[in-house]
């Protein structure tokens, strides 16, 4: 029979304790979806293209739409009239989805 002295069940008390305290205190992202400010559903081509153009200049830095054209193949505008028509699988490089 294991024997338990009054310090380790106070450190099991205090783990405990602690965990019930930082469990509800710890969040990645609120309860607010990412993008709340996005353009409706029924949005122009120009709305998303602003809104998409802000997005990666405020979270990516200037330059990086220029970055991700570059790299994916396709322009903020192409991606934004896709978004207005509803045709946002396409994929990169005309890779079709079935």
Request: with cysteine; proline share 3%.
């Amino acid at each position: 029979m294991t024997n338990f002295t009054i310090g380790r069940w106070l450190l099991v008390a205090l783990a405990i304790i602690g965990l019930a305290f930082v469990a509800p205190v710890v969040s990645a992202h609120g309860s607010d979806t990412t993008a709340d400010d996005a353009p409706t559903n029924n949005a122009t081509a120009d709305e998303w293209a602003t809104w998409m153009e802000a997005q990666m200049t405020e979270h990516m830095g200037p330059g990086s739409v220029e970055w991700m054209e570059s790299h994916m193949g396709v322009t903020v505008d192409e991606m934004a009239q896709d978004m207005a028509d509803d045709d946002y699988d396409r994929g990169m490089y005309g890779q079709g989805h079935c």
